[in-house]
């Protein structure tokens, strides 16, 4: 009988779409769910990215396009990411996909060889893909917790620990999700100061929520001295311009520009043509819709992290970017009778119908850090507000 790979069959996979799955049971069966599950913005596209994108069709742009992408967005891309991160980046730097998701895999694949002891370092709690791709690719997985004392950011002590000859590879997403953390230019400068010494290690940098920052402007490491070459930068347009299902990203690096090319020649030969064009209008074109979407999301911040501060057993910190909370709930878990985040978020949602992920949906748990869930706030204020006075309630008759 034909067997399933061991990689194939180990393989991990994107736990929000699992709970989703949930959700929309529930919703079959007449329930009304409060979602706050999902990483994706509540609003439709913007109507002048709609437009480019029926223009495309009008115009015929239905074929294959370049491996690469089409010069206008590869383009359209440098210079956006030549203008934000204040460095010069030309056309031939950038490779579009299909998502920025694809690049994770096609980072890991482009510097590590299978079975060679490759390692790579990630930070924990994470985007749960990084770590099925570094496995599944055959590399070495070393993971760096966030801790919540240093408010989920970097632990500069563990990384000089971990950090060795054979790491080709360390992941940092800044805005971060789950946490919502943003990595500030000391921080990112401490990180570069400590790859000097270490030639052979490629970053990626995964910056999708780059637009999404609430206090602080944002900062790439790939914009302190001696980073941009050995930084891959990614960003896309799923959550900037409320285009998850349209499928559009992109990578900067100019050494990895004509791999990264190769594997989407290999994979899914180019990014959807339509799709491209739209990017285009929505990198290039008028930004007023976008930026009301990215202010809002700093009010949903402030809402919700404000509102989970006042529930019992819940202490929330204020992060700075995406649009993520990551609370703690180990004090609501131990009054409540629930075993972990999991058990919490399985009771909040078929017993108040509110939806969100537990940390075991974001890698291992790091031991000592205690119990959280991850809210997504792309949900509107009414929601916000709903949805917390549903677990007030909730906990005031479990007894938290
Ligand atoms: C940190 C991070 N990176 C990458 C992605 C993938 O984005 P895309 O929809 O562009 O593939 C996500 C999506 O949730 C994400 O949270």
Redesign the pocket.
């Known amino acids: 009988m034909p067997t399933v790979s061991d990689r194939t069959r180990n393989l991990g996979t994107?736990h929000?779409f699992v709970v989703l799955a949930e959700v929309n049971t529930l919703i079959a069966e007449g329930k009304q769910i409060l979602s706050f599950a999902i990483?994706?913005p509540d609003f439709i596209t913007p109507g002048n990215i709609m437009d480019a994108a029926k223009r495309a069709m009008d115009d015929g742009h239905t074929g294959y396009t370049a491996s690469a992408g089409i010069p206008e967005l590869r383009k359209a891309a440098a210079e956006y990411l030549s203008a934000t991160r204040g460095i010069d980046y030309t056309p031939e730097d950038i490779t579009v996909a299909?998502?920025?998701?694809?690049f994770?895999m096609y980072s890991v694949l482009a510097v590590t060889d299978h079975g060679a002891g490759h390692e790579v370092l990630y930070p924990t709690p994470?985007?749960s893909?990084y770590e099925s791709q570094i496995i599944a690719s055959g590399a070495v997985p070393v993971a760096l917790p966030l801790l919540e004392r240093e408010a989920f950011g970097f632990d500069l002590a563990d990384l000089k620990a971990k950090i060795n000859a054979n790491t080709r590879l360390l992941m940092l997403?800044s805005p971060?999700?789950p946490t919502g953390r943003t990595l500030t230019r000391e921080e990112l400068g401490a990180i570069a100061e400590v790859l000097a010494d270490y030639p052979e290690c490629w970053v990626f940098s995964?910056e999708?929520?780059s637009q999404m920052v609430h206090d602080e402007p944002f900062v790439s490491i790939a914009s302190l001295p001696g980073m941009e070459e050995r930084t891959i930068v990614?960003d896309?347009?799923?959550?900037s311009y409320a285009m998850?299902g349209w499928?559009?990203?992109y990578a900067a690096n100019r050494l990895l520009a004509p791999y990264f090319t190769t594997w989407v020649a290999n994979t899914d030969s180019c990014a959807n043509h339509i799709t491209q064009w739209a990017g285009v209008e929505a990198i290039t074109g008028d930004q007023s819709e976008h930026r009301a979407m990215m202010d809002s999301f700093t009010r949903r911040r402030n809402l919700i992290v404000e509102g989970l501060n006042t529930l019992p057993g819940i202490h929330c910190l204020r992060p700075g970017g995406?649009f993520y909370v990551w609370p703690n709930v180990s004090e609501l878990c131990q009054r409540t009778g629930c075993a972990d985040a999991e058990a919490l978020r399985k009771r909040w949602l078929y017993e108040a119908n509110v939806a969100v992920l537990a940390d075991s949906h974001f890698g291992p748990p790091v031991p000592g850090e205690g119990q959280h869930v991850r809210f997504s706030y792309a949900a509107s204020e009414d929601n916000i507000n709903q949805g917390l006075e549903k677990l007030r309630q909730w906990i005031g008759e479990n007894g938290g």
Do not use: M, W
């Open positions: 994107e929000a990483g994706q299909n998502g920025a998701k694809p994770i994470c985007f893909i997403n971060h999700n995964d999708v929520y990614l896309g347009l799923s959550k998850t499928r559009l990203g995406a």
